[in-house]
Structures are given as C-alpha cells and as structure tokens.
T-cell receptor, first 112, second 116 residues
Framework: AQSVTQLDSQVPVFEEAPVELRCNYS??????LFWYVQYPNQGLQLLLK??????LVKGINGFEAEFNKSQTSFHLRKPSVHISDTAEYFC??????????FGKGTRLHILP | AAGVIQSPRHLIKEKRETATLKCYPI?????VYWYQQGPGQDPQFLIS???????DKGSIPDRFSAQQFSDYHSELNMSSLELGDSALYFC???????????????FGEGSWLTVV
C-alpha cells in the first residue's frame, strides 16, 4: 500500500526567503508523485509531478521538487516565496494505475 | 482548455435529506474519481469509475452511492445526510486506468456541501 507523510503541518517563512516543504512516501511498487496546491476556499491545482526521467521536476509558480529514491522523498522547494504563495500544499502518490493518495497537507504561511 | 466541471458549487441541506453532486470530466477522459475533504483535512478517496464500471472503492459510507453514465459524467448520491457529511467534495478525471502510464488526475473546483 502506498502512503505519504508530510513532516510539517505548518511552515512559516518570510517573504522572499526560500522554502522547503518535506514529503516522504512509502510504496512497494514504482510510484508517481505529485504536489498539489490549494489556495484558501479553492480547489486543488497541480503544481508538478514526477513520473519518470529527471529527478528534478520543475512546476508552475517557480516551484520545483526533487525525487530521491534512496531517501523515499519528494521535497518541494521555492527559492523566493511571495505572499501569494500562502496556501495548503499536498504531496500525493499514485502507482499510476489507480487513485491518488494525499498526505495530510502543509500550510505555508508567508510572513511580511 | 476544458477542465473538470462540478455542480452545484454550493449546496445546503438539512439532516436526513438527500443530495446529488454532478461531475463532468475533461472531454475524452474515461475515469472519474470522487474525494471528500472535511474542514482542515486532506482529501479522502471515496470511489472511482472507469468506463462506467466501478474501479475502486475507498472510505465511502453505505449511505452514499455513485455511478458513471454513458457520456462519462458521474453523479454522487448522498442520502440520510449527517452533520459530519459537511465537506468539500472533489471530482477528478483522468484518461485510462490500468495502463500504467502515470496518467495525471485533474481535479475540479469542488462542491461545498453544508448539512444543517
């Protein structure tokens, strides 16, 4: 069975500072990994995904994530955050043939 | 580009009433998923359909049922509503299940159900 653990429920960071949101996964088969963002009172938007190939994945809004198989991690990073990045971020996993399983989410607070 | 369309966007029902949510997948997508997101919670998988047949089942209460129609749209029917059913219900769609292709799942904006 697949599962995702997001290590931080909340992450405060100053505007224009870098940020890393941590995600670890467990799966007995090949995985596909995703990061979704949910802005306040809105739906889920796909930020980026890892299916295969290069382990560094670039997404929208300046975000990127690195797939690390040995550490079973897929951490999300952004070099400089903006107030508009305030949102809930969900890491998710799929075996490619089935549904997506979400982590508990990390709330990103941008401090002025 | 066309996205996943959900209706209604907001719905208020009383306890013990029935509610129906509709989902129209992205054109040519043949797989539909339903998720429930309670307040402050992560989205929980309820059920999915592939080519009009149920393909997987998650934590869907017995009071809920769903189906996928010939045009691939799906409906989630919820009966004997309880206060705890108040949540954001997401529909998502993808192209193909069982093809091992890492098909990306696209989510709709969600339907807000409030049970009072």
């Amino acid at each position: 069975a697949q599962s995702v653990t997001q290590l931080d429920s909340q992450v405060p960071v100053f505007e224009e500072a870098p940020v890393e949101l941590r995600c670890n996964y467990s799966s007995s088969v090949s995985v596909y990994l995703f990061w979704y963002v949910q802005y306040p009172n809105q739906g889920l938007q796909l930020l980026l995904k890892y299916l295969s190939g290069s382990t560094l994945v670039k997404g929208i809004n300046g975000f990127e994530a690195e797939f690390n198989k040995s550490q079973t991690s897929f951490h999300l990073r952004k070099p400089s955050v903006h107030i508009s990045d305030t949102a809930e971020y969900f890491c998710a996993v799929s075996d490619g043939d089935d549904k997506i399983i979400f982590g508990k989410g990390t709330r990103l607070h941008i401090l002025p | 580009a066309a996205g996943v369309i959900q209706s209604p966007r907001h719905l208020i029902k009383e306890k013990r009433e029935t509610a129906t949510l509709k989902c129209y997948p992205i054109p040519r997508h043949d797989t539909v998923y339903w998720y429930q997101q309670g307040p402050g919670q992560d989205p929980q998988f309820l059920i999915s359909f592939y080519e009009k047949m149920q393909s997987d089942k998650g934590s869907i209460p017995d009071r809920f049922s769903a189906q996928q129609f010939s045009d691939y749209h799906s409906e989630l029917n919820m009966s004997s509503l309880e206060l705890g059913d108040s949540a954001l219900y997401f529909c998502a769609s993808s192209l193909g299940v069982g093809q091992g292709g890492g098909n990306t799942i696209y989510f709709g904006e969600g339907s807000w159900l409030t049970v009072v």
